[in-house]
């Protein structure tokens, strides 16, 4: 490994750090602040590994969450975010990659992540279980591009975090079950 891969690794797996501290937390503010400061250290570590296409994804998710965070965010600059990294994401990956049409389609998972995760956080009061759902779908994602371009860091944490994120979202719906057979009985009861 080169020293640029070195520390690309080495930041990316920082910034992973975060989005996997993220994963802990209930309030979307928290969740989102944190994932601020994951996409800025990847954003620069993705740039040592020549990942263009994921550093360009993170670079437009760190204006947004600023955006999210200083409730500056409306309809039209949410909406504004999504296109911009679909497009900024697109072009630069078909211009760095037009002659390997494998390494394109590697370049378009963090596009993907990206847009499928910005539609998920712009509803105001999406219930945390599907904001870690997403969480799950981009870890996907991130884990095949980072595996293939050889961010290693990001590999591992984001299996860890995809597990963590699938618990979350099971014991979610676990507790709605519960709480379903809970109220079928108390409904029973109260016939009777």
């Not at 969450?65 to 949410?78: A, D, G, M, S």
């Amino acid at each position: 490994m080169t020293g640029a891969q070195i520390a690309g690794n080495i930041l990316t797996g920082i910034g992973m750090f975060l989005f996997f501290l993220s994963s802990f937390f209930k309030s979307k503010q928290k969740i989102v602040l944190l994932q601020t400061g994951n996409h800025t250290l990847s954003c620069i570590g993705q740039i040592c590994l020549k990942q263009y296409s994921g550093s360009i994804q993170d670079a437009v998710s760190i204006i947004r969450n600023i955006c999210i965070l200083f409730k500056k965010n409306n309809k039209i600059l949410n909406w504004f975010f999504i296109a911009l990294g679909l497009i900024l994401g697109t072009v630069l990956n078909v211009v760095l990659n037009l002659k390997n049409a494998f390494l394109m389609g590697i370049g378009f998972l963090p596009v993907f992540a990206s847009f499928q995760y910005s539609i998920i956080i712009l509803f105001p009061n999406i219930k945390v279980p599907f904001i870690k759902a997403s969480m799950a779908v981009s870890c996907v994602c991130w884990t095949i591009y980072g595996l293939f371009l050889k961010n290693y860091s990001m590999v591992i944490s984001n299996i860890i975090i995809f597990v963590i994120a699938l618990i979350a979202v099971v014991q979610y719906f676990i507790q709605i079950k519960k709480e379903q057979n809970m109220e079928d009985k108390n409904e029973t009861v109260e016939e009777e």
